[in-house]
T-cell receptor
Framework: EAGVAQSPRYKIIEKRQSVAFWCNPI?????LYWYQQILGQGPKLLIQ????????DSQLPKDRFSAERLKGVDSTLKIQPAKLEDSAVYLC??????????????FGEGSWLTVV | KNQVEQSPQSLIILEGKNCTLQ??????????LRWYKQDTGRGPVSLTI?????NTKSNGRYTATLDADTKQSSLHITASQLSDSASYIC???????????FGTGTRLKVLA
């Protein structure tokens, strides 16, 4: 079974530039998550989709971050304009169905962003 | 406030030795607790999942314990190997809002 796919793996941009990350979840998984993981910290949820609807985006900095999930499958996370503090790993994850206690979240390998 | 705290922050041990990582949580009500292993440069991978009614669960050389009364969990690694070098993250499912709450992780380094 193919895992969660993410691209690009690494990206270096200057502050105030924009960047987009792409995620393809495990086939059939209804729930898709974007997490931000700063070095030395645990993942922080940015946004959670259930199919193509947003379930939780309470911690998404909406003035600069945006995300969409096309047709309930692939998702794109965009940052514009980037700030130095956005340097982090952006983890995409999926689960069969969110909000269910027994679900396991499957993570992708992450997209490493460095803002200089 | 619902929080998950892990200790120690980092740990260095010699290959072949055992170690125990701790997770304390204040999440209530909770449904289950998971331990994830995150290799450097990789995404987290699930090691174990325990419900509030389970006390112990093993996965090879990894054994997780849970005390729901004291809200503590531990991950014990037996006969450590170099490949155990990673971050170990404790995750608690908060039944109140159906969200996963992540700890900050313990960074383990196993030396030859």
């Amino acid at each position: 079974e193919a895992g969660v796919a993410q691209s690009p793996r690494y990206k270096i941009i200057e502050k105030r530039q924009s960047v987009a990350f792409w995620c393809n979840p495990i086939s059939g998984h209804a729930t898709l998550y974007w997490y931000q993981q700063i070095l030395g910290q645990g993942p922080k949820l940015l946004i959670q989709f259930q199919n193509n609807g947003v379930v939780d985006d309470s911690q998404l900095p909406k003035d600069r971050f945006s995300a969409e999930r096309l047709k309930g499958v692939d998702s794109t996370l965009k940052i514009q304009p980037a700030k130095l503090e956005d340097s982090a790993v952006y983890l995409c994850a999926s689960s069969p169905r969110g909000g269910i206690a027994g679900n396991t979240i499957y993570f992708g390998e992450g997209s490493w962003l460095t803002v200089v | 406030k619902n929080q998950v705290e892990q200790s120690p922050q980092s740990l260095i041990i010699l290959e072949g030795k055992n170690c125990t990582l701790q997770c304390n949580y204040t999440v209530s009500p909770f449904s289950n607790l998971r331990w994830y292993k995150q290799d450097t440069g990789r995404g987290p991978v699930s090691l174990t999942i325990m419900t509030f009614s389970e006390n112990t669960k093993s996965n090879g050389r990894y054994t997780a314990t849970l005390d729901a009364d004291t809200k503590q969990s531990s991950l014990h690694i037996t006969a450590s190997q170099l490949s155990d070098s990673a971050s170990y993250i404790c995750v608690v499912f908060f039944s109140g809002t159906y969200k996963y709450i992540f700890g900050t992780g313990t960074r383990l380094k196993v030396l030859a």
